[in-house]
């Protein structure tokens, strides 16, 4: 079975969680890496400093990577954030870059954090390219979110940016939440070249009720993979199907994860991102 390349855990899933019970809980859960945003990374700094941030992550024998790269984008936030979207999202590409070399970071996710039609995309394909030219320098990759309430609002759309864009060490990210509320593509995935790599965060949930707040729901309602009725299963048949299968790792901002102890929720994580996966520990 094509199983994928790493287990990462993102922040979303541990995010209340201080940096040392954030690698505890991926530890538990038995991935390979932790990714965290430009503030988290800062946060985590700021306690123990670049060298202490590196050495913890390594002592328990994970890599990093960074979340929520915005700044290649002239406009890094939506109208309206208040100041925790902003505290998240506001850092110019040369400040997360400066982040990737200090903490070696493995791998860049850029998202668009804008308006839906704020920017030009042949704005988007140009600044994209070019982060993923700074990334190239550093021999790591950068995979394109897309988010359907902002300025990449489906897999079509992240797609044409990173086809037009034409940059060796180019990727793609699927949130199956996301892409359960964008449209669920999945004709379009299949189409996707099979050199082009398509990472997955995995989320559960249900499907947005007619007048629902999206971003409220994507913020505080997913669940678990395996626990809601979105449909990970055929996403995962593609994927499996390509000649290439990126890594996964799950996405779950949910007020009832951000309840359980770190061990807890590690092991929650892990277990059902196995399950979904159909893969053990020995798979890996």
Known sequence: MNSPTELIMWEGSVRTLSYQQQLEATV?????SLALTPAAYRAAINDLGATGVR?????????LHLDTVTGWAPIRIPTGADDDLIARFDFAADDCLELVDSLDLRSILAVAVFDHDAVPRD???RGFGELCDAALTREIPVNLEFMP???VPDLAAAWDIVDRAQRPNSG???DTWHFAHSGSDLELLARIPDDITVNVQLADGFPAP?????VDLTLHKRQLPGHGTLDLENVLSVLRSRGSFGSAGPEIFSDDLDAMPATDAGIALGTSVRQVLE??????
Do not use: H, K, N, P
């Open 210 to 214: 007619a007048g629902a707040d999206l």
């Open 149 to 151: 309430f902002w300025g």
């Open 123 to 125: 704005t988007l394909v």
């Open 28 to 32: 538990e859960a038995g991935f390979d």
């Open 55 to 63: 050495s913890l992550a390594s002592e328990m024998g994970l890599d």
């Open 172 to 174: 793609l990210m699927l």
């Open 279 to 284: 893969i053990g520990v020995a798979d890996r």
